[in-house]
């Protein structure tokens, strides 16, 4: 299976900071990486497919970029409302992986 | 406006069996490819199993091949995961998500529903 390398696993920061996470897969991948944030007790919501195409709804603060085994997910300003967890995901072969996850806290 | 609804979840014993359910409304079911997904307390996301929209085809993760079984039943709304020879690794929230079309993942999911194995 191909392995997906979230980093960091967690990070502190402020509101108004702009936060970037990264994610490695273990082989070429094309452009089938998602996004997704995860509050506590609730299911993932999709934020970002196919590297950097916004699902509707998704606020502008929320980008992803990167191709081929590197990714990455960038808040361009945290907002409170994004203090969460952030998990990226691979379908691009069965059976579909995710990260281990980026705990975002406040500092 | 999209809804999956999880149940079936609870305590069982290990070597017990459970049947989950995920009930569907506001799309048009048949349609789409469902998938199961669980989360053991604190850990992070494992897909578990996938349906085709016409139930056809099947795939498993290795970690539950042979023991789980996927199923679904369009006339109903509803999707399936019959979980037999249960572990205590097993115990997690289930969660069921659609998969969209073309190269979009899962794009809803049900708010899941928890599965203790524990004697």
Known sequence: AIQMTQSPSSLSASVGDRVTITCRASQDIRNDLGWYQQ????????????????????????????????????????????????????????????????????? | EVQLVESGGGLVQPGGSLRLSCAAS??????????????????GLVWVSRMSSDGSSTSYADSVKGRFTISRDNAKNTLYLQMNSLRAED??????????????????WGQGTLVTVSS
Not at chain 1, 60 to 84: H, K, M, Y
């Open chain 1, 39 to 107: 509050k506590p007790g609730k299911a993932p919501m999709l934020l970002i497919y196919a590297v950097s195409s916004l699902q509707s709804g998704v606020p502008s603060r929320f980008s992803g970029s990167g191709s081929g085994t590197d990714f990455t997910l960038t808040i361009s300003s945290l907002q409170p409302e994004d203090f969460a967890t952030y998990y990226c995901l691979q379908d691009y072969r069965y059976p579909p992986t995710f990260g281990g996850g980026t705990k975002v806290e406040i500092e």
């Open chain 2, 26 to 43: 506001g799309f048009t079911f048949s349609t789409y490819w469902m998938h199961w997904v669980r989360q053991a307390p604190g850990k």
């Open chain 2, 91 to 108: 115990t997690a929230v289930y969660y069921c998500a659609r998969r969209s079309g073309g190269n979009i993942p899962f794009d809803y």
